[in-house]
């Protein structure tokens, strides 16, 4: 007689491990024409006050407000006058004109690393926009915009990038490991998603203290992959926590496409349903769109209405770091085929479409963006750039382990003072 | 008091003491903890300072960052000790490094509790020892007491340090000290001086070890229940040892570990964890390091052996009076 479990006999077929593979690998050319591209406007606008329910087909759509026409439409649209526009474009620029100053500084040498946020300005600058410049900022490492967007000088940014001396963080974080809390924005750590479920505790703690500031967090699509990514959301949805969680779906994680993180069989805004969260998904490179999606979730959050998930549709433009080459695992057509095109740009256009903007004005903003940087840059290397010397005494190393130095650590500075004696008898090389 | 209760008055001091201390944990709110360590504190303080969680360690270490970077002082406890691991990027690349990475500006001052130890039958997942797991990571204090007075006291010196402290409770000695002869009648906490816990506020420093024994034989450096199987097995044995009670393992008492060993010129370490790399290891280097001329024997360590946690050979797997009367008897012989 068979028992449970016996294969003999089976006429099952055999099993197959489904690996995920990128549509494009090098020199493959591109055809975008599967990505569903809505109508702008199409996508409707529930109230902020709805249930987490009413948002679930938002979850799977694209909620877009700039058309081709570059025209705002439909009732996403946010309304915004030409002021904030304006700035929005201004700093999405500035953002930009940084990245690539600062890339070409690690290339020169003047830091050991540097990370680009090309074509996903939108999903920082005018997110940050849409939040009050108290509510906590919880980012991941691609969101200088939303540091830009709070008016952060370009030298302390600089300074932190280059450790030197005037690095506030004392030369102790890899670049652009930023931290702010003058700013609300949380100190970056290399660790993935681990900020997740902080943002879901800072929201949480403010909501205990009948505070009224929510927390806003960022994390690629990669990362959701995280446990932390799991228990945030967990976390968040049980205790109604005042927090948005912006997802940004740049397609890649380094060298791995988003079909890796589970992409192939669901949007990632849809992971808000099994939660009980409002989900919402839009065109990140639309800048209205991705200003109405968060202003909407920060509306619904103040309230009490609980956290919502935005998925920020996007495409990294760049490579992953100056330590990475996507032309190793991707096609370089991708970046110009993206068929929802460029953030500043679809931003600049539109002001030019509601006659509040030219092209000269453009080309003017850029140069004088271009010589700020510049300005900044240079302002910075007086006060050192890696390596060269002009960096934090030997004794900071062993501070803010504890809040006071224990004797172990004080045994230890001591001996690092005493090295230097010995490894660097003309100082650290100019 | 019992150690129960006297974690319990501490949790209870200062979540009266200070708003912005708050408790959160599996099983802690409603139900007063699976140990009973919160019991009643919900009622008296509310849902909003004392409360349930989903079961994700991960979460509970995460979210008490956050908290701790609003500006609350959270209390995360951890239900037992072998279940931490899912909080261990929280704890060792964040609420460890908070402060540090960002020059200040963001601080951790949170206490995770979590009951720890073998000897009550837990098997391999309700007994671990796992203190020399964030004793390595810096930026981390770890604290272990072996009385309701050391309890009470450091919990407290916990809760207020502005640093992130582990505080591992032996579950073996919540109800009575344990010496570690285990077909004895088990004891209580009544009576005894070190169970003496005032009902309100008081510290006991962190960074300073306790002398429980005086004696010039040699040094027992232990901490937690071994504390109280090291002065029983000495009792037995009539050998005058100077025990000392850690407390703190980081930051440590190293004035107090030199000032006895060179002394007594004789040093045995005890813990229940596992030998190879734990704490033992790190102590057995200093005592060498720092007091070897005066060191009369080589240092002894005796351990947890280097396997998981058994359940039916519990009794022969745990460090008790065989294992530390030879290390003692090895070491007054040379």
Redesign the interface.
């Known amino acids: 007689m068979a028992k449970a479990g016996d294969k003999e006999g089976s006429n099952r077929p055999a099993l197959a491990l489904h690996v995920p593979e990128p549509k494009y690998r090098p020199g493959d050319k591109v055809d975008f024409s599967h990505i569903q591209v809505p109508e702008a406007g199409a996508a409707p606008r529930p109230d902020e006050a709805c249930e987490a329910k009413e948002t679930y087909p938002l979850c799977d759509d694209l909620i877009r407000v700039l058309g081709d026409d570059d025209k705002a439409h439909g009732p996403w649209d946010p309304r915004l006058d030409a002021d904030t526009l304006r700035r929005m474009l201004r700093e999405m620029a500035l953002t930009r004109a940084f990245d690539t100053r600062m890339y070409r500084a690690q290339r020169q040498g003047k830091t050991s690393f540097y990370m680009k946020c090309t074509g996903e300005e939108a999903t920082s600058v005018c997110a940050t926009h849409a939040l009050a410049g108290d509510d906590m900022i919880f980012p991941s490492y691609r969101q200088q915009g939303c540091l830009i967007a709070r008016g952060y000088e370009p030298e302390e940014m600089i300074n932190q990038i280059y450790s030197n001396k005037a690095d506030k963080l004392k030369g102790r974080q890899l670049p652009i490991m930023y931290c702010s809390k003058r700013l609300s924005f949380f100190t970056i750590s290399g660790n993935l998603a681990t900020q997740l479920p902080q943002a879901t505790g800072f929201a949480m703690a403010s909501a205990s203290k009948g505070d009224s500031r929510i927390a806003a967090t960022w994390v690629g699509e990669g990362s959701t992959a995280e446990g932390d990514f799991h228990s945030a959301l967990t976390f968040a949805t049980v205790y109604n926590a005042p927090v948005i969680f912006n997802v940004i779906n740049n397609q890649w994680a380094i060298s791995s496409f988003s079909g890796f993180a589970g992409a192939e069989r669901a949007t990632f805004a849809a992971r808000a349903i099994g939660y009980g969260m409002a989900g919402l998904r839009v065109d990140g490179n639309d800048p209205l769109a991705v200003y109405a999606a968060e202003r909407w979730a920060a509306d619904r959050a103040r309230a009490n209405g609980g956290p919502t998930l935005i998925e920020h549709f996007t495409y990294r433009a760049e490579g992953h770091s100056t330590s990475d080459d996507p032309s190793a695992y991707r096609s370089a057509e991708e970046r110009d085929e993206w068929p929802m095109g460029d953030p500043v740009m679809r931003l600049k256009n539109h002001l030019i479409a509601l006659g509040e903007w030219s092209e000269e004005q453009q080309a003017k903003q850029d140069a004088e963006l271009d010589t700020m940087v510049k300005q900044a840059q240079k302002d910075a290397e007086k006060n050192g750039i890696l390596g060269h010397g002009l960096h934090h005494p030997f004794h900071t190393m062993f501070e803010d382990v504890f809040e006071d130095l224990p004797w172990h650590l004080q045994e230890q500075a001591d001996q690092a003072i005493r090295e230097r004696e010995i490894k660097f008898p003309e100082g650290l090389k100019k | 008091m019992n150690m129960i209760e006297a974690i319990n008055s501490a949790l209870d001091v200062m979540l009266d003491r200070d708003d912005n201390v ?1 408790l959160l944990g599996e099983d802690i709110g409603y139900f007063g903890g699976v140990f009973r360590c919160t019991a009643g504190l919900q009622e008296k303080y509310g849902k ?2 004392v409360f349930d ?2 079961i ?1 360690e ?2 509970i ?12 002082r ?1 209390v995360p406890e951890i239900q037992f000790a072998d279940y931490i691991y ?1 909080g261990l ?2 704890l060792i ?2 609420a460890a ?11 951790a001052p949170m206490t995770v509790r979590s009951p720890f130890g073998g000897g009550i039958f837990g098997g391999q997942t309700h007994s671990q020892s796992p203190e020399a797991i964030f004793t390595h990571v ?2 981390l ?1 770890t604290v272990i007491p072996a009385t309701p007075y050391d309890a009470k006291g450091l919990l407290i010196s916990c809760i207020e ?3 992130p402290t582990i505080f591992f409770e032996p579950k073996r000695i919540y109800n009575g000290p344990f010496d570690g002869f285990y077909d004895k009648p088990a004891k209580s906490w009544k009576g005894r001086d070190d169970a003496q816990v005032p009902e309100g506020y008081y510290k006991i420093p962190l ?1 300073k070890a306790r002398q429980v024994t005086e004696g010039d034989q040699l040094t027992i450096l232990t901490y937690g229940t071994m504390v109280h199987v090291a002065q029983a097995v000495c009792e037995e044995k009539g050998v005058e040892a100077e025990i000392l009670d850690l407390r703190t393992l ?3 008492d ?1 004035e107090a570990i030199e000032a006895s060993v060179e002394r007594t010129g004789r040093c045995l370490i005890v813990h229940e964890a596992t030998r190879t790399s734990g704490f033992g290891a790190e102590l057995s280097a200093l005592v060498t390091e720092r007091c070897f001329y005066h060191l009369e024997a080589a240092v002894e360590r005796v351990t947890g052996f280097d396997t998981p946690y058994p359940h039916s050979l519990e009794w022969a797997y745990f460090p008790g009076p065989v294992r530390i009367g030879e290390a003692i008897d090895k070491i007054l012989a040379e």
Do not use: H, W
């Open positions: 708050t909003t300072r969680t989903p994700s991960c979460g270490i995460g979210v008490a960052v956050g908290m701790g970077a609003y500006g609350l959270p899912p990027d929280q690349s964040e490094r908070l402060r540090y990475r960002s020059a200040g500006e963001f601080i810096s930026g204090k340090d502005n640093d960074g980081v930051p440590l190293i």
